[in-house]
């Protein structure tokens, strides 16, 4: 089931002035749609019913029965979830309730950035990197991390990738990007300054951009041309990101492995080609049979 109030949230810069109007008053009382039918809500957000079935259609459903359907579903998935679940660490807390409170937390994180993919977007970014001449990458700090990730994925691939880890020089490789190339941009925050001076040079230069960012308004989401939405439940010691990092790098295992499954057999040649033998290890070759990327 589609995640019905995500979607909505990550929609509403797109919508009318009254659809922007109904879809607020939804997001801070998603009961509204359970208890009520289309006319009585249209009544209750002094609009109309059309304009209900427009910002449905507008989220991704075919109607506000499906839309209705999917909210019900999802707030009684977050009602179970309260019960199964505290969503902040206590002082009380064991070491066994931390393991699976933090556990909990990515899960949660996962399925929900699982929810808000849309599959014409991550074709059109797989399509963008395996005809980019240079891959570009940009990131500070926790998003760095999943940066680095990303190298070593795409290396792995014989995918041309440029990463430095000070904002001096990836405002740099930024100035050198042309519109052969590519930008991968990650930012949770999606309001980091460095990688905003460093996406406006890419545009300059119309090196086309891919951002992976949280689904909010943001001046990453704004600048970038295609939009991977990651979502965190972080816990309250987030001075390392925590959940939003994970999120990240399945985003990235998912654009690796689907790039690698368009040539499948090249990619474990290619694999093979590239695997580092560790010492004492008496094989370093992959195996067409493999399933494994």
């Known amino acids: 089931m589609s995640n019905a109030l995500l979607k909505l949230r990550e929609q509403s810069r797109m919508f009318s002035t009254?659809?922007?109007?109904?879809?607020?008053?939804?997001?801070?009382?998603?009961?509204?749609?359970?208890?009520m039918s289309v006319h009585e809500l249209a009544r209750h957000t002094f609009s109309s019913a059309s304009s209900i079935v427009r910002l449905?259609?507008?989220?991704?459903?075919?109607?506000y029965k499906e839309f209705r359907k999917a909210v019900t579903c999802e707030l009684a998935m977050r009602e179970q979830s309260k019960q199964v679940e505290q969503r902040e660490i206590s002082r009380a807390d064991s070491l066994?309730?931390?393991?699976?409170?933090?556990?909990?937390?990515?899960?949660?994180?996962?399925?929900?950035t699982r929810a808000l993919v849309d599959l014409d977007t991550l074709r059109a970014?797989?399509?963008l990197i395996h005809n980019a001449r240079v891959i570009y990458l940009f990131?500070?700090?926790?998003?760095?991390?999943?940066?680095?990730?990303?190298?070593?994925?795409?290396l792995r691939l014989n995918k041309l990738c440029i990463?430095?880890?000070?904002?001096?020089?990836?405002?740099l490789q930024a100035r050198n990007a042309t519109s052969q190339d590519l930008g991968l941009v990650i930012s949770y925050s999606g309001a980091t300054v460095e990688v905003i001076e460093c996406m406006k040079t890419l545009k300059e230069n119309k090196t086309p951009i891919i951002a992976i960012t949280r689904c909010v308004e943001s001046p990453v989401a704004e600048l970038a041309d295609h939009k991977l939405y990651t979502t965190a439940n972080e816990s309250i010691f987030r001075s390392g990101a925590m959940s939003s990092r994970i999120s990240q790098l399945n985003v990235i295992d998912i654009l690796y492995t689907a790039l690698a499954n368009d040539d499948h057999e090249g990619s474990l040649e290619q694999l093979s080609r590239t695997h580092i033998r560790k010492p004492g290890q008496t094989s370093g070759k992959f195996y067409k049979n493999s399933s494994q990327f």
């Open 56 to 63: 449905c259609n507008h989220t991704g459903f075919s109607g």
């Open 125 to 127: 970014c797989i399509d």
């Open 18 to 35: 009254t659809e922007r109007e109904i879809a607020a008053q939804i997001l801070q009382n998603p009961q509204l749609v359970v208890d």
């Open 139 to 154: 990131g500070l700090g926790a998003s760095l991390c999943a940066c680095k990730d990303a190298y070593l994925k795409f």
């Open 163 to 171: 990463i430095n880890e000070d904002w001096h020089s990836q405002i």
């Open 96 to 112: 066994q309730d931390i393991v699976d409170k933090i556990t909990y937390k990515n899960i949660v994180s996962l399925e929900e």
